[in-house]
Nanobody, 117 residues
Framework: QVQLVESGGGLVQAGGSLRLSCAASGSIFSINVMGWYRQAPGKQRELVAI???????NYADSMKGRFTISRDNAKNTIYLQMNSLQPEDTAVYSC???????????WGQGIQVTVSS
């Protein structure tokens, strides 16, 4: 089992910034992929960004240039720096961990990010 705890969400004005954190604990493999997804009201969940254990990143096109994902393997923690936030970025942001074994796929509870205009 892997537990994921997100932090750093909240309310911010348009143009502002937030930094999300996701700390993983439990049966963590050194080789893994972690990432952030988000779900806005009335919409499907979508990829924000992912990062592999060796630091390779991948972003949704709409997030490139504004969001930066990073990780600290020593702390089993990933981060999402979000800049130039807009009201359409309002969503529940969830952290995901995927290990190398089948079924090793875990989600955090999600954290609310609200951007006011």
């Amino acid at each position: 089992q892997v537990q994921l705890v997100e932090s750093g969400g909240g309310l911010v004005q348009a143009g502002g910034s937030l930094r999300l954190s996701c700390a993983a604990s439990g049966s963590i493999f050194s080789i893994n992929v972690m990432g952030w997804y988000r779900q806005a009201p009335g919409k499907q969940r979508e990829l924000v960004a992912i990062i592999t254990s060796d630091g390779t990143t991948n972003y949704a096109d709409s997030m490139k240039g504004r969001f930066t994902i990073s990780r600290d393997n020593a702390k089993n923690t990933i981060y999402l720096q979000m800049n130039s936030l807009q009201p359409e970025d309002t969503a529940v942001y969830s952290c995901r961990y995927r290990g190398p074994r089948s079924g090793s796929d875990y989600w955090g509870q999600g954290i609310q990010v609200t951007v006011s205009s």
